[in-house]
């Protein structure tokens, strides 16, 4: 009796109905994920193209909605501010559309740079706080800074493939995750 009530109780419930019939659903969600994260595994410069496209209508719209709020701002300065802001981003969009491959170049050493920097904020913070997590915080950091050289070392021709790699690799976790979710989901 306990362990169908701890069973019913652990189903995942949308809109107050059970979800469990359709864990094949999730399954397959997970199934075709995977299928597009390998895919993309071989073709990383088309994937880089078009997660490129993707961030510069992401800037696009961004930008947009920051102009639009500027208007909306009781303070001269905080309008010009909130314009200028959003005339970077839609710039930013215009520039990452119109060249998707030298966008990437670019995205790609913010990235390795993003790496190191925050590699060394967390070697700084293992260091502070040793007795709570400094092994592991090292150990992320020197992963870090490992992957910002690489990237760094090969640029900027890893400008081609960096984008597309981190998002096949993102793809691929998603997959895993909604297949796993789909058959623990499945009835026993």
Not at 32 to 51: D, E, H, P, Q, Y
Not at 59 to 78: D, H, N, P, R, Y
């Amino acid at each position: 009796m306990a362990k169908a009530a701890v069973r019913t109780s652990a189903r995942l419930k949308i809109g107050g109905k059970d979800q469990a019939h359709h864990w094949w659903w999730f399954a397959l969600l997970g199934i075709v994920l995977i299928a597009g994260g390998t895919f993309m595994l071989g073709n990383l410069a088309a994937a880089t193209v078009v997660s490129t496209i993707f961030i510069g209508a992401t800037f696009l719209v961004l930008g947009a909605f920051q102009i639009v709020k500027a208007f909306s701002t009781k303070e001269w300065s905080g309008t010009l501010l909130s314009a200028a802001l959003g005339v970077l981003y839609a710039l930013a969009g215009f520039v990452l559309w119109a060249d998707p491959l030298k966008g990437a170049v670019t995205l790609t050493f913010l990235i390795a740079a993003m790496l190191v920097a925050s590699g060394a904020v967390r070697l700084w913070l293992a260091y502070q706080h040793w007795h709570t997590m400094g092994g592991l915080l090292t150990l992320s950091g020197i992963i870090a800074i490992l992957a910002g050289i690489v990237i760094f070392a090969g640029w900027p021709g890893s400008g081609v493939w960096v984008l597309g790699l981190f998002l096949a690799i993102d793809v691929l976790f998603q997959g895993f995750a909604w297949l796993m979710f789909g058959f623990a989901l499945r009835p026993r």
